[in-house]
């Protein structure tokens, strides 16, 4: 089992690394006003896409992002479309879904996830040609209007500290799998042809929240122990697209029309490709899980670094928990105490941001930050003023003179 954890870490920390590294240049590089200018008709659609592609944002960033889009002006099919093709794809997810089941697989993933995105975003405006209601939410921050190579590192460790406790949920479900399924487990269902198992995979993946980085290592897993390649590419386009919280934003953001144009989206064009990709590529995946060892030294190192920024996300993390549990009400606590509103956060990624700008903040001995409601409580020499502008700098608002 343990052999098993450690042989999966190392076939996986380079290939996330280098897409965090690519995912941080692509934030840098990008204007930050380019989609609220582009993202209009069926050209819209397109670059919603072709934008959505390589970011590797799972749905908490995708959500409040897609619908931030519509927000800023974007038409309801280029919101659709990002929110169909972003989640499957990302630069990370490609690499590591190329050393885990081979180009081929990663490839037509990316196509698929394109395709798919397109389809349901000119489907979405076709069917919903009246302006909708303003979506709620906004994009997630990291680090406000700054695109400097802080900025850039930032927003790369953010990706891994967004998505981190399902990374090592699916390095352990894929250990286990490996460990304890018996290698003819899924051949029995593979026997009933390719939709059965192809449907098995929707089933399973439509309602649950499946990270398309994090989940690869289990879909290897489970081809190695005989589900089709086919079933497996289901669940890596179905299940990061959708999952209950999804569907609610959706619907709530962009009307029933919309939400029904990205289902059918979804699920039509997952079965299609899973079917097409089982009969274009009829041999097995090459390099299943665990074919060879991977003890080169930048493997290995790329192995340690993984670990070591995961341990300290999870350090941070609890830290963050156990800080506003036990910390003092406002009327209690020591020294000076301001308390702010904070709009624009939409996740707890938003939350660790915000805190960790603040804590930089000359005169800041401690800070609470909470979600719902929005507010940023922070004790230690310093006025309401500095608060709102370390609240800006991070890429938030303090509604309100400052």
Same mark, same amino acid.
């Not at 692509?26 to 069926?42: A, K, N, T």
């Not at 290897?220 to 959708?242: K, Q, R």
């Not at 490709?273 to 097995?284: I, M, P, Q, R």
């Given at each position: 089992?343990?052999?098993?954890?450690?042989?999966?870490?190392?076939?996986?920390?380079?290939w996330?690394?280098?897409?965090?590294?690519?995912?941080?240049?692509?934030?840098?590089?990008?204007?930050?006003?380019?989609?609220?200018?582009?993202?209009?008709?069926?050209?819209?659609?397109?670059k919603?896409?072709?934008?959505?592609?390589?970011?590797?944002?799972?749905?908490?960033?995708?959500?409040?992002?897609?619908?931030?889009?519509?927000?800023?002006?974007?038409?309801?099919?280029?919101s659709?479309?990002?929110?169909?093709?972003?989640?499957?794809?990302?630069?990370?997810?490609?690499?590591?879904?190329?050393?885990?089941?081979?180009?081929?697989?990663?490839?037509?993933?990316?196509?698929?996830?394109?395709?798919?995105?397109?389809?349901?975003?000119?489907?979405?405006?076709?069917?919903?040609?009246?302006?909708?209601?303003?979506?709620?939410?906004?994009?997630?921050?990291?680090?406000?209007?700054?695109?400097?190579?802080? #900025?850039?590192?930032?927003?790369?460790?953010?990706?891994?500290?967004?998505?981190?406790?399902?990374?090592?949920?699916?390095?352990?479900?894929?250990?286990?799998?490996?460990?304890?399924?018996?290698?003819?487990?899924?051949?029995?269902l593979?026997?009933?042809?390719?939709?059965?198992p192809?449907?098995a995979?929707?089933?399973?993946?439509?309602?649950?929240?499946?990270?398309?980085?994090?989940?690869?290592?289990i879909?290897?897993?489970?081809?190695?122990?005989?589900?089709?390649?086919?079933?497996?590419?289901?669940?890596?386009?179905?299940?990061?697209?959708?999952?209950v919280?999804?569907?609610?934003a959706v619907?709530?953001?962009?009307?029933?029309?919309?939400?029904?144009?990205?289902?059918?989206?979804?699920?039509?064009?997952?079965?299609g490709?899973?079917?097409?990709?089982?009969?274009?590529?009829?041999?097995?995946?090459?390099?299943?899980?665990?074919?060879?060892?991977?003890?080169?030294?930048?493997?290995?190192?790329?192995?340690?670094?993984?670990?070591?920024?995961?341990?300290?996300?999870?350090?941070?993390?609890l830290?963050?928990?156990?800080?506003?549990?036990?910390?003092?009400?406002?009327?209690?606590?020591?020294?000076?105490?301001?308390?702010?509103?904070?709009?624009?956060?939409?996740?707890?990624?938003?939350?660790?941001?915000?805190?960790?700008?603040?804590?930089?903040?000359?005169?800041?001995?401690?800070?609470?930050?909470?979600?719902?409601?929005?507010?940023?409580?922070?004790?230690?020499?310093?006025?309401?003023?500095?608060?709102?502008? #370390?609240?800006?700098?991070?890429?938030?608002?303090?509604?309100?003179?400052?």
């Open positions: 089992m343990f052999e098993a954890l450690w042989q999966i870490t190392l076939e996986l920390a380079p996330l690394l280098l897409g965090m590294a690519i995912a941080g240049l692509l934030h840098g590089l990008l204007p930050p006003d380019f989609v609220g200018r582009h993202l209009r008709g069926r050209a819209g659609v397109a919603a896409v072709v934008l959505g592609v390589p970011l590797p944002l799972c749905s908490c960033g995708v959500i409040p992002t897609g619908l931030g889009l519509k927000k800023d002006g974007a038409s309801n099919g280029a659709v479309g990002f929110l169909i093709s972003t989640p499957q794809t990302g630069v990370d997810s490609i690499l590591v879904s190329a050393s885990f089941l081979g180009w081929p697989f990663a490839i037509f993933k990316v196509v698929a996830a394109a395709v798919t995105g397109l389809v349901g975003g000119w489907v979405a405006d076709r069917s919903t040609p009246a302006a909708a209601a303003d979506a709620t939410g906004a994009a997630c921050s990291t680090g406000g209007g700054s695109r400097g190579p802080r #900025a850039m590192v930032d927003h790369a460790l953010d990706i891994l500290r967004s998505i981190w406790h399902w990374l090592a949920f699916g390095i352990v479900a894929s250990a286990l799998i490996t460990s304890f399924v018996p290698d003819d487990f899924f051949a029995g593979a026997e009933a042809g390719a939709v059965v192809i449907l995979a929707l089933a399973v993946s439509l309602p649950l929240y499946v990270c398309a980085t994090a989940s690869v290592p879909a290897a897993a489970l081809v190695a122990s005989g589900m089709p390649t086919g079933a497996a590419l289901v669940f890596l386009m179905a299940g990061p697209a959708t999952n919280a999804t569907i609610g619907y709530r953001g962009l009307g029933l029309r919309s939400l029904t144009a990205y289902l059918v989206t979804i699920i039509g064009g997952s079965i490709a899973g079917l097409l990709f089982e009969s274009l590529v009829t041999s097995s995946v090459e390099g299943p899980l665990h074919m060879h060892e991977h003890t080169a030294w930048w493997s290995v190192a790329s192995a340690v670094l993984l670990l070591g920024l995961m341990a300290w996300f999870a350090f941070d993390d830290r963050r928990r156990l800080g506003g549990f036990f910390a003092k009400p406002q009327d209690e606590a020591d020294g000076a105490s301001v308390e702010v509103p904070v709009e624009g956060m939409t996740c707890n990624n938003c939350v660790a941001n915000l805190e960790r700008a603040l804590r930089r903040t000359e005169g800041v001995t401690g800070v609470n930050v909470e979600l719902e409601p929005g507010r940023a409580v922070v004790q230690g020499a310093v006025d309401r003023a500095a608060v709102a502008r #370390a609240v800006a700098d991070a890429g938030f608002t303090v509604p309100g003179p400052a």
